[in-house]
Protein backbone atom coordinates (compact mmCIF):
# COMPACT_ATOMS: atom_id res chain seq x y z
CA UNK A 1 0.00 0.00 0.00
CA UNK A 2 1.35 3.50 -1.10
CA UNK A 3 -1.22 5.94 0.59
CA UNK A 4 -2.48 3.99 3.16
CA UNK A 5 -1.44 2.21 6.55
CA UNK A 6 -3.21 -0.42 8.38
CA UNK A 7 -3.05 -2.05 12.16
CA UNK A 8 -4.76 -4.22 14.00
CA UNK A 9 -4.83 -3.79 18.27
CA UNK A 10 -6.71 -6.63 19.51
CA UNK A 11 -10.05 -6.17 17.81
CA UNK A 12 -9.98 -2.56 16.95
CA UNK A 13 -8.55 -1.77 13.23
CA UNK A 14 -6.86 2.13 12.50
CA UNK A 15 -6.77 2.63 9.39
CA UNK A 16 -4.52 5.30 8.30
CA UNK A 17 -4.79 7.70 5.11
CA UNK A 18 -1.55 8.52 4.39
CA UNK A 19 -0.17 11.30 1.91
CA UNK A 20 0.85 14.03 4.29
CA UNK A 21 2.42 16.10 1.62
CA UNK A 22 -1.40 16.42 0.18
CA UNK A 23 -2.85 16.81 3.27
CA UNK A 24 -3.89 13.14 2.58
CA UNK A 25 -5.90 14.57 -0.36
CA UNK A 26 -7.72 11.31 -2.11
CA UNK A 27 -6.53 10.64 -5.37
CA UNK A 28 -7.50 7.30 -7.55
CA UNK A 29 -5.20 5.36 -6.14
CA UNK A 30 -5.60 6.35 -2.74
CA UNK A 31 -9.39 5.43 -3.24
CA UNK A 32 -8.52 2.00 -4.69
CA UNK A 33 -6.11 0.98 -2.10
CA UNK A 34 -8.61 2.12 0.43
CA UNK A 35 -11.10 -0.34 -1.21
CA UNK A 36 -8.90 -2.92 -0.98
CA UNK A 37 -8.19 -2.70 2.70
CA UNK A 38 -11.97 -2.21 3.39
CA UNK A 39 -12.73 -5.83 1.46
CA UNK A 40 -10.19 -7.01 3.99
CA UNK A 41 -11.93 -5.28 7.12
CA UNK A 42 -15.18 -6.89 6.04
CA UNK A 43 -13.55 -10.23 5.61
CA UNK A 44 -11.53 -10.27 8.96
CA UNK A 45 -14.56 -11.88 11.73
CA UNK A 46 -11.52 -10.62 14.19
CA UNK A 47 -11.93 -6.93 13.93
CA UNK A 48 -14.76 -5.79 16.04
CA UNK A 49 -14.34 -2.09 15.36
CA UNK A 50 -12.87 -0.06 12.31
CA UNK A 51 -11.08 3.11 12.97
CA UNK A 52 -10.20 5.58 10.31
CA UNK A 53 -7.77 8.75 10.45
CA UNK A 54 -5.30 10.99 8.42
CA UNK A 55 -1.54 11.07 8.81
CA UNK A 56 0.07 14.41 10.47
CA UNK A 57 -1.36 16.30 12.94
CA UNK A 58 -2.72 19.13 10.33
CA UNK A 59 -5.31 16.95 8.26
CA UNK A 60 -7.54 14.23 8.33
CA UNK A 61 -8.56 14.66 4.28
CA UNK A 62 -8.03 17.76 2.50
CA UNK A 63 -10.58 16.40 0.08
CA UNK A 64 -10.51 14.57 -3.25
CA UNK A 65 -7.27 16.09 -5.03
CA UNK A 66 -7.98 18.65 -6.64
CA UNK A 67 -4.45 18.05 -9.25
CA UNK A 68 -6.04 14.88 -10.38
CA UNK A 69 -9.21 16.37 -10.89
CA UNK A 70 -8.29 19.75 -12.60
CA UNK A 71 -7.85 17.93 -16.17
CA UNK A 72 -10.34 15.68 -16.32
CA UNK A 73 -13.34 15.08 -19.07
CA UNK A 74 -16.83 14.41 -17.95
CA UNK A 75 -16.57 10.68 -18.21
CA UNK A 76 -13.41 10.53 -16.23
CA UNK A 77 -15.10 13.11 -13.20
CA UNK A 78 -18.22 10.33 -13.76
CA UNK A 79 -16.04 7.42 -13.31
CA UNK A 80 -14.16 8.90 -10.29
CA UNK A 81 -17.40 9.78 -8.75
CA UNK A 82 -18.68 6.72 -8.99
CA UNK A 83 -15.49 5.08 -7.78
CA UNK A 84 -15.52 7.41 -4.41
CA UNK A 85 -18.83 6.59 -3.84
CA UNK A 86 -18.62 2.97 -4.13
CA UNK A 87 -15.88 2.68 -1.75
CA UNK A 88 -17.59 4.93 0.81
CA UNK A 89 -20.40 2.98 0.60
CA UNK A 90 -18.05 -0.12 1.50
CA UNK A 91 -17.48 1.64 4.17
CA UNK A 92 -20.91 2.75 5.21
CA UNK A 93 -22.29 -0.68 4.53
CA UNK A 94 -20.08 -2.49 6.86
CA UNK A 95 -21.56 -4.32 9.60
CA UNK A 96 -18.86 -3.47 12.40
CA UNK A 97 -18.68 0.06 13.93
CA UNK A 98 -16.82 2.28 12.40
CA UNK A 99 -15.14 5.89 14.06
CA UNK A 100 -13.59 8.62 12.30
CA UNK A 101 -10.79 10.25 13.85
CA UNK A 102 -11.00 13.93 12.38
CA UNK A 103 -7.17 14.57 13.81
CA UNK A 104 -7.20 18.14 10.87
CA UNK A 105 -9.01 19.65 8.09
CA UNK A 106 -11.88 17.42 6.38
CA UNK A 107 -12.92 19.35 3.65
CA UNK A 108 -14.95 17.87 0.57
CA UNK A 109 -14.19 14.33 0.17
CA UNK A 110 -12.46 14.27 3.83
CA UNK A 111 -15.57 15.76 5.05
CA UNK A 112 -17.36 13.02 2.98
CA UNK A 113 -15.15 10.01 4.24
CA UNK A 114 -16.15 11.14 7.75
CA UNK A 115 -20.00 11.37 7.08
CA UNK A 116 -19.68 7.60 6.42
CA UNK A 117 -18.09 6.43 9.23
CA UNK A 118 -20.88 5.58 12.27
CA UNK A 119 -19.13 8.36 14.65
CA UNK A 120 -16.92 11.11 14.24
CA UNK A 121 -14.56 12.39 16.96
CA UNK A 122 -12.67 15.25 16.01
CA UNK A 123 -9.72 17.09 17.89
CA UNK A 124 -10.14 20.61 18.63
CA UNK A 125 -7.85 22.03 15.61
CA UNK A 126 -10.39 19.53 12.83
CA UNK A 127 -12.18 21.59 10.29
CA UNK A 128 -15.33 20.56 8.40
CA UNK A 129 -16.68 21.12 5.03
CA UNK A 130 -17.85 21.05 1.66
CA UNK A 131 -16.07 23.70 -0.27
CA UNK A 132 -16.79 21.83 -3.80
CA UNK A 133 -19.00 24.85 -4.92
CA UNK A 134 -15.87 27.16 -4.38
CA UNK A 135 -14.10 24.84 -7.12
CA UNK A 136 -16.95 24.80 -9.73
CA UNK A 137 -18.49 21.45 -8.82
CA UNK A 138 -20.59 19.23 -6.27
CA UNK A 139 -19.91 17.09 -3.69
CA UNK A 140 -18.84 13.94 -5.39
CA UNK A 141 -18.63 11.46 -2.48
CA UNK A 142 -21.97 11.26 -1.16
CA UNK A 143 -22.38 15.03 0.77
CA UNK A 144 -25.40 16.39 -0.90
CA UNK A 145 -27.03 13.08 0.16
CA UNK A 146 -24.93 11.86 3.82
CA UNK A 147 -24.98 15.53 5.20
CA UNK A 148 -28.46 16.44 5.03
CA UNK A 149 -29.03 12.88 6.74
CA UNK A 150 -26.85 13.55 9.72
CA UNK A 151 -27.17 17.02 10.24
CA UNK A 152 -30.76 18.22 8.76
CA UNK A 153 -30.96 19.38 4.89
CA UNK A 154 -31.00 22.84 6.16
CA UNK A 155 -27.96 23.31 7.84
CA UNK A 156 -26.57 20.60 4.94
CA UNK A 157 -27.88 23.25 2.25
CA UNK A 158 -26.17 26.35 3.64
CA UNK A 159 -22.64 24.48 4.34
CA UNK A 160 -22.71 23.24 0.81
CA UNK A 161 -24.48 26.62 -0.79
CA UNK A 162 -21.69 28.59 1.17
CA UNK A 163 -18.58 26.33 1.15
CA UNK A 164 -17.79 27.67 4.56
CA UNK A 165 -15.57 25.83 6.76
CA UNK A 166 -16.77 24.93 10.14
CA UNK A 167 -14.19 24.88 12.95
CA UNK A 168 -14.60 21.35 15.35
CA UNK A 169 -16.70 23.34 18.62
CA UNK A 170 -19.24 24.26 15.63
CA UNK A 171 -19.23 20.62 14.43
CA UNK A 172 -20.03 19.64 17.55
CA UNK A 173 -22.84 22.07 17.91
CA UNK A 174 -25.12 21.03 14.71
CA UNK A 175 -24.55 17.28 15.71
CA UNK A 176 -21.80 16.74 12.62
CA UNK A 177 -19.35 15.52 15.14
CA UNK A 178 -19.83 13.13 18.65
CA UNK A 179 -16.77 14.62 20.26
CA UNK A 180 -14.19 17.47 20.59
CA UNK A 181 -11.22 16.29 22.22
CA UNK A 182 -7.49 17.83 22.43
CA UNK A 183 -5.38 17.08 19.50
CA UNK A 184 -2.94 15.04 21.67
CA UNK A 185 -5.84 12.72 23.54
CA UNK A 186 -7.48 12.26 20.28
CA UNK A 187 -6.38 8.42 19.29
CA UNK A 188 -6.43 7.60 23.05
CA UNK A 189 -10.00 8.91 23.40
CA UNK A 190 -10.96 7.09 20.01
CA UNK A 191 -9.84 3.77 21.26
CA UNK A 192 -11.25 3.79 24.65
CA UNK A 193 -14.34 4.16 22.69
CA UNK A 194 -13.09 1.56 20.07
CA UNK A 195 -12.02 -0.71 22.70
CA UNK A 196 -15.39 -0.60 24.88
CA UNK A 197 -17.70 -1.22 22.22
CA UNK A 198 -15.55 -3.76 21.71
CA UNK A 199 -15.88 -5.48 24.68
CA UNK A 200 -19.51 -5.94 24.00
CA UNK A 201 -20.89 -8.78 22.14
CA UNK A 202 -19.75 -8.41 18.73
CA UNK A 203 -22.93 -10.12 16.70
CA UNK A 204 -25.46 -7.94 18.58
CA UNK A 205 -23.14 -4.60 17.86
CA UNK A 206 -22.92 -5.56 14.42
CA UNK A 207 -26.95 -6.40 14.14
CA UNK A 208 -27.84 -3.34 16.16
CA UNK A 209 -25.85 -1.13 13.32
CA UNK A 210 -27.37 -2.95 9.90
CA UNK A 211 -30.66 -2.28 12.06
CA UNK A 212 -29.93 1.20 12.30
CA UNK A 213 -28.68 1.66 9.05
CA UNK A 214 -31.57 0.16 7.83
CA UNK A 215 -34.59 1.65 9.66
CA UNK A 216 -33.57 5.04 8.16
CA UNK A 217 -34.62 3.80 4.32
CA UNK A 218 -37.67 2.43 5.14
CA UNK A 219 -40.49 3.23 7.03
CA UNK A 220 -40.88 2.49 10.84
CA UNK A 221 -43.40 -0.57 10.15
CA UNK A 222 -41.23 -2.20 8.06
CA UNK A 223 -38.38 -1.22 10.29
CA UNK A 224 -39.88 -2.24 13.55
CA UNK A 225 -40.29 -5.48 11.53
CA UNK A 226 -36.45 -6.04 10.94
CA UNK A 227 -35.56 -5.10 14.55
CA UNK A 228 -37.69 -8.20 15.42
CA UNK A 229 -35.53 -10.26 12.95
CA UNK A 230 -32.20 -9.05 14.33
CA UNK A 231 -33.36 -9.45 18.03
CA UNK A 232 -34.75 -12.99 17.46
CA UNK A 233 -31.21 -13.99 15.82
CA UNK A 234 -29.08 -13.21 18.77
CA UNK A 235 -30.42 -15.74 20.50
CA UNK A 236 -29.20 -18.57 18.00
CA UNK A 237 -25.82 -17.15 19.60
CA UNK A 238 -23.83 -18.18 21.79
CA UNK A 239 -22.99 -15.22 23.22
CA UNK A 240 -26.63 -14.24 24.24
CA UNK A 241 -26.58 -17.85 26.58
CA UNK A 242 -23.33 -17.11 27.70
CA UNK A 243 -24.03 -13.05 29.09
CA UNK A 244 -27.60 -14.00 30.09
CA UNK A 245 -26.11 -16.85 32.34
CA UNK A 246 -23.91 -15.07 33.73
CA UNK A 247 -26.37 -12.07 34.42
CA UNK A 248 -28.41 -14.29 36.45
CA UNK A 249 -25.47 -16.25 38.40
CA UNK A 250 -23.96 -12.57 39.32
CA UNK A 251 -20.51 -12.84 37.20
CA UNK A 252 -19.21 -10.63 34.49
CA UNK A 253 -18.40 -11.89 31.26
CA UNK A 254 -14.90 -12.77 30.65
CA UNK A 255 -14.95 -11.93 26.71
CA UNK A 256 -17.02 -12.63 24.19
CA UNK A 257 -16.49 -15.51 21.95
CA UNK A 258 -18.11 -13.39 18.58
CA UNK A 259 -20.54 -16.96 18.41
N1 LIG B 1 -5.93 18.10 -3.51
C1 LIG B 1 -4.64 18.10 -3.90
N2 LIG B 1 -3.66 18.68 -3.18
C2 LIG B 1 -4.01 19.28 -2.03
C3 LIG B 1 -5.36 19.30 -1.57
C4 LIG B 1 -6.34 18.67 -2.38
N3 LIG B 1 -7.60 18.59 -2.02
N4 LIG B 1 -5.39 19.98 -0.39
C5 LIG B 1 -4.13 20.34 -0.13
N5 LIG B 1 -3.29 19.93 -1.11
C6 LIG B 1 -1.85 20.13 -1.23
C7 LIG B 1 -1.53 21.57 -1.61
O1 LIG B 1 -1.64 21.74 -3.01
C8 LIG B 1 -0.12 21.69 -1.10
O2 LIG B 1 0.75 21.06 -2.02
P1 LIG B 1 2.11 21.83 -2.51
O3 LIG B 1 2.93 21.94 -1.26
O4 LIG B 1 2.68 20.89 -3.53
O5 LIG B 1 1.70 23.15 -3.02
C9 LIG B 1 -0.11 20.83 0.16
O6 LIG B 1 -1.22 19.97 0.04
C10 LIG B 1 -0.28 21.65 1.43
O7 LIG B 1 -1.45 22.47 1.29
P2 LIG B 1 -1.46 24.06 1.47
O8 LIG B 1 -0.11 24.63 1.16
O9 LIG B 1 -2.61 24.60 0.68
O10 LIG B 1 -1.73 24.17 3.05
P3 LIG B 1 -2.44 25.37 3.82
O11 LIG B 1 -2.17 25.12 5.25
O12 LIG B 1 -2.03 26.67 3.26
O13 LIG B 1 -4.01 25.20 3.51
C11 LIG B 1 -6.07 23.98 3.23
C12 LIG B 1 -4.70 24.06 3.95
C13 LIG B 1 -6.96 25.13 3.69
C14 LIG B 1 -6.67 22.63 3.59
C15 LIG B 1 -5.84 24.06 1.71
O14 LIG B 1 -4.81 23.12 1.35
C16 LIG B 1 -7.03 23.78 0.89
O15 LIG B 1 -7.90 24.62 0.77
N6 LIG B 1 -7.12 22.57 0.27
C17 LIG B 1 -8.18 22.20 -0.61
C18 LIG B 1 -9.43 21.86 0.15
C19 LIG B 1 -10.59 21.57 -0.79
O16 LIG B 1 -11.03 22.41 -1.53
N7 LIG B 1 -11.09 20.31 -0.74
C20 LIG B 1 -12.19 19.87 -1.54
C21 LIG B 1 -11.69 19.26 -2.82
S1 LIG B 1 -13.01 18.92 -3.95
C22 LIG B 1 -13.68 17.43 -3.46
O17 LIG B 1 -13.30 16.86 -2.45
C23 LIG B 1 -14.73 16.90 -4.37
C24 LIG B 1 -15.44 15.70 -3.89
O18 LIG B 1 -16.35 15.76 -3.08
C25 LIG B 1 -15.16 14.41 -4.49
Sequence with gaps: MENISFEKRD???VLKISRPKFLNALNSNTLLELGSVIEDVKKDRDIYVLVITGEGNKAFVAGADIKEM?????????EFSILGNKVFRKIEELEI??????NGYALGGGCELSLC????????????????VTLGITPGFGGTQRLSRIIGTSKAKELIFTGRMIDAKEAEKIGLV???????VLMDEVMDLANSISRNAPLAVRMCKVSINRGIDVD???????????????????DQKDAMTAFLDKRKID?????
Design 11 to 13: NVA
Design 97 to 102: PTIAAV
Design 70 to 78: SNMSVFEAR
Design 178 to 184: NKVVPQD
Design 255 to 259: KFKNR
Design 117 to 132: CDIRIASENAKFGQPE
Design 220 to 238: IETGIQFEAEVFSHCFSTE
